[in-house]
């Protein structure tokens, strides 16, 4: 859908007024573009879009990306974690862009506000499409704890960073979880699987997940109403009382229905603020500018990508093509399972 924003857009042109008297062909058309208002979420939307590949609900479905030229890309690899000014020109992107004194993140959206399904980079698969987690043989879906529906946030990553396996953090004593950084975003809007939204970050919180480091980034949207009033994770105590509390909550018990322990936390659960959390980006930044230039232990993690041009997993645009055409093509979703809905109630 947002691969053709642009094209329907500009079939709208011929039917809106031109700011001094009636649209009158194809020279007023450039005048007529420059006088529009500017609009952030239609600029980010049309940088980036997704092809579905399998059937939803089914362990073959695959999310791929493209970017404002039709290539395939790595949502993983080739996104860049500091949002350009403009357009992202290069890959990583040289400068940031700011909001006030604040720097600006692309997050990628995994799993939209109150959904169930645990959908995911596939870190380990080319092109790193989005999919369904799977364990035990079968398709993965967090439950509802009392009083929670689903995951109660916009879940997702950030892209070009990497929580490495092989390197224990001096503040978790814990090694990383070998994906990119988790991002819950809290803004108002439920978004979409695939988005891409630019988001400005307020806290972080340090989930040990099975042994793992596992951060947990607080950030939301800058595009949001509230953004302008939310700078900081104090600002979140504020302005949502009990928030951070029910986060904290959520991530403690979520595997427990699958008879797995509580997860644990470091700081004793504390939230760090908004300059702890950047720095755990830029050095989780770090890392994976060393596992695409060969510089760590990549394991099974696919590194292929289309646009960082340094790296020596760079591959062309009909290779590229090529990996995602020899996936099945787009068909009817299947049913979801009513056990997705049920409630579950813990003596916590």
Same mark, same amino acid.
């Given at each position: ?120 980079? %596939? *870190?380990? @698969?080319?092109?790193?499409?989005? +999919? ?11 439950? !509802? ?100 509390? %029910? *986060?904290? @909550?959520?991530?403690?018990?979520? +595997? ?11 700081? !004793? ?80």
């Amino acid at each position: 859908m947002r691969a053709g924003l642009g094209r329907a857009w500009r079939g709208l042109l011929p039917l809106l007024p031109a700011r001094s008297g009636s649209y009158a062909g194809a020279g007023r058309r450039r005048r007529l573009v420059r006088q529009l208002p500017p609009c952030s979420w239609l600029s980010t939307m049309a940088q980036f879009g997704t092809e579905p590949r399998g059937r939803p609900h089914s362990p073959e479905y695959r999310l791929y990306f493209k970017n404002a030229e039709g290539k395939y890309i790595s949502p993983f690899h080739d996104i860049p974690l500091f949002a350009g000014s403009k357009e992202d020109k290069e890959v990583p992107a040289k400068r940031s862009k700011t909001n006030g004194s604040e720097v600006v993140f692309n997050m990628v959206v995994e799993v939209p506000r109150w959904s169930n399904a645990k959908m995911e980079i %596939a *870190t380990k @698969e080319l092109l790193n499409p989005i +999919k369904q987690d799977i364990k035990r043989g079968k398709l993965r879906y967090v439950a !509802n704890i009392f009083p929670h529906k689903g995951y109660i946030w916009n879940y997702g990553a950030l892209p070009q960073t990497w929580e490495d396996p092989h390197h224990k953090d001096k503040d978790t004593g814990c090694c990383g979880d070998n994906d990119p950084i988790d991002v819950c975003e809290i803004g108002t809007k439920v978004h979409s699987l695939g988005e891409i939204i630019q988001v400005k970050v307020l806290g972080v919180m340090a989930l040990i997940d099975e042994g793992e480091t596992d951060w947990k980034i607080i950030a939301i949207s800058v595009d949001d109403p509230e953004a302008q009033k939310i700078h900081d994770i104090d600002d979140v105590k504020k302005h949502k009382p009990g928030y951070l509390e %029910a *986060t904290a @909550e959520w991530f403690r018990f979520y +595997k427990v229905p699958d008879d797995k322990p509580e997860n644990q936390f470091a700081f !004793n659960g504390e939230f760090k603020d908004k300059d702890f959390a950047v720095e755990i980006i830029k050095s989780t930044h770090e890392y994976w500018k060393a596992l695409l230039h060969k510089k760590a232990d990549r394991g099974a993690i696919k590194c292929m990508n289309v646009l960082v041009h340094d790296s020596p997993f760079c591959c062309s645009e009909e290779d590229a093509r090529l990996i995602v055409q020899s996936t099945p093509p787009p068909a009817r979703g299947d049913s979801v399972s009513a056990e997705v809905d049920v409630w579950h109630f813990l003596n916590k």
